[in-house]
């Protein structure tokens, strides 16, 4: 393919693949309400939209009450009177919510999505992402991420309101503490794979996922992104008991609702990149046969793990600072540190077939 | 060399930027000017094929760094009080213009002497991730190891420093850390 075919195709494949996770950025807030409403015995948001059953027993039934929810919610957040406070820094303040926004939407470039689909992908490459075949993706993933706290910081130093500010230097202090922690699990899938391509790392899990490799390194990841979401029970920086709502008190209207956008699509993409490095991404069952079942695989990957950021945050109280931040220096970065040093001697022993006696005299001691 | 209008581009703003740092009263602006320096300094980088560097430098400049400095500012409250509008002193003009004298000799002075430095020379290397960590373990691993040690170094007197201004309070009688 020409330069121009390539860039056309990842027009075209990055706006689709947006405008999914747009809509799925939605239905999310659904998602999020209704079963954190099932998990506290309420019902959640039932009332916009359903679709009618018929009548049994004189009983009116309707199945999906609430499903327009997201509709209305941004309804109501487009039509609202767009305040401006004061003694802002006009030109941040507007800034602020496209700085957290882009970055959410930007990690979804190397994500794979599916196998080699035909007609999809083209040739060179063995499976669909908007930007396949980055041979630094996971460390692309990391330096997005680690630009997406911009957003947060500016709006709270912006709003010109103490408890913003506050809420501001609190998100980047915990977000800087636990990439680290971040960074250093995500390397081991590098090393399992023996690729920093996202499509090879999956195409390494064919036969096991690396969560059973290495649940060490699942476990720390899936700690750290929730951190780095500011998610409860990380979600120090918008306390409101402490500080009202952090650093986004001051807005209103879709510039509001442009940080939660970034919020769920940031938890849509880094579930799907804990799917991809650790639990085999769009691979599953017939993938090879019909790679468009990888689509399939990947959602429902994705949507597990959005199930399971909405149980922890419904089942966790909230950590104190301190104890995020020595938890996050003190504990979490020195056992990653050593999983890392452990696994690359480790890896290196079998490279070097230091192994291979010891297995053989086990099976020789078990066999007889 | 890529495309050249890519590049003018990329080399505008990146100037532009940089233009925009020193001339930001605000520092909260200077820094977001630089930001947009690094980050225009990374996407050169992956025009010229280095995609590898391309993403270092956003994390570690863009990233880390950046953030530390916005943290830094905000926490002193320094975007308000360090605006110099009196200008530069003497020495300081002087000192400026003699670097910038001689960056733009040494500059030209290469030009002139070799113009095929300035030739379509990186397609032909290997950047690849492997092959920048395989050129770093063999053929530079003395200054890289040289580099980790200095780091090792600095962190150890961050710890100290750290640490010793703790004991201190605790000497005077203070109890809040």
Same mark, same amino acid.
């Given at each position: 393919m020409t330069p121009g075919q390539i860039a056309i195709r990842a027009l075209i494949v990055g706006f689709i693949v947006t405008f999914a996770f747009i809509t799925g950025f939605a239905y999310t807030t659904l998602l999020e309400r209704k079963v954190l409403g099932r998990l506290q015995h309420r019902v959640g948001p039932n009332r916009a939209g359903y679709i009618p059953l018929p009548t049994r027993g004189g009983k009116e039934r309707k199945l999906?009450?609430?499903?327009?929810q997201p509709a209305a919610d941004a309804v109501k957040l487009f039509f609202k009177e767009d305040i401006t406070p004061g003694k802002v820094d006009l030109v941040i303040y507007n800034l602020a919510p496209m700085l957290a926004v882009i970055p959410a939407i930007l990690?979804?470039?190397?994500?794979?999505?599916?196998?080699?689909v035909p007609w999809l992908v083209p040739d060179p490459y063995q499976y669909f992402a908007? $930007? #396949?075949?980055?041979?630094v993706g996971v460390l692309f993933i990391l330096a997005i991420t680690s630009i997406g706290v911009y957003g947060v910081v500016l709006a709270g130093w912006a709003s010109n309101s103490k408890y913003a500010v506050l809420g501001g230097i609190r998100a980047s202090a915990q977000m800087i503490s636990y990439e680290l922690a971040m960074g250093l699990s995500v390397l081991i899938p590098i090393m399992l794979a023996d690729s920093m391509d996202m499509g090879g790392i999956v195409a390494a899990q064919?036969?096991?996922?690396?969560v059973f490799l290495q649940p060490i390194a699942a476990f720390i990841f899936s700690i750290a992104v929730m951190a780095e979401l500011q998610? $409860? #029970?990380?979600d120090l920086l918008e306390a409101e008991q402490e500080l009202?709502?952090?650093?986004?008190?001051?807005y209103g209207g879709m510039r509001f609702g442009m940080f939660f956008m970034a919020e769920y699509m940031k938890m849509a993409s880094l579930s799907a990149i804990a799917a991809t490095l650790f639990?085999?991404?769009?691979?599953?069952?017939f993938v090879d046969q019909v790679p468009l079942l990888g689509f399939v695989y990947i959602s429902i990957k994705i949507i597990i793990g959005l199930l399971l950021m909405i149980w922890i945050r419904a089942s966790f109280p909230r950590l104190r600072y301190d104890q995020l931040m020595s938890f996050g220096w003190k504990v979490l970065l020195p056992v990653s540190v050593a999983n890392f040093v452990v696994m690359a001697i480790v890896l290196v022993l079998q490279a070097e077939g230091v192994f291979q006696p010891l297995v053989s005299a086990i099976l020789e001691f078990i066999g007889g | 060399m890529g495309n050249p209008i890519v590049f003018f581009i990329l080399a505008l703003i990146a100037i532009a930027s940089a233009l925009g740092m020193l001339a930001s009263r605000n520092a909260i602006y200077s820094a977001l000017f630089l930001v947009l320096n690094f980050v225009t300094i990374a996407v050169l980088y992956l025009v010229l094929n280095a995609p590898f560097m391309a993403v270092v430098q956003v994390t570690v400049y863009a990233g880390a760094i950046m953030v530390l400095f916005l943290f830094v500012i905000m926490l002193l409250g320094a975007e308000r009080s360090?605006?110099?509008?009196?200008g530069l002193r003497d020495w300081e003009w002087i000192l400026a213009g003699f670097l910038g004298a001689v960056l733009i000799i040494v500059f030209l002075t290469n030009l002139v002497m070799n113009?095929?430095?300035?030739?379509?020379?990186?397609?032909?290397?290997?950047?690849?991730p492997a092959a920048l960590g395989l050129r770093l373990f063999e053929a530079y691993v003395f200054p890289f190891e040289l580099t980790g040690v200095l780091l090792l170094a600095a962190m150890i007197g961050v710890v100290v420093l750290g640490r010793r201004k703790k004991m201190a309070q605790l000497e005077k009688g203070g109890n809040d850390a």
């Open positions: 999906l009450g609430g499903i327009l990690i979804l470039a190397v994500i794979p999505l599916a196998g080699k908007v $930007a #396949p075949g980055v041979n064919k036969n096991g996922w690396f998610r $409860a #029970p990380f009202s709502a952090g650093f986004n008190v001051e639990f085999g991404g769009y691979r599953g069952p | 360090g605006s110099r509008t009196e113009p095929s430095a300035v030739g379509d020379t990186a397609p032909f290397i290997d950047t690849s």
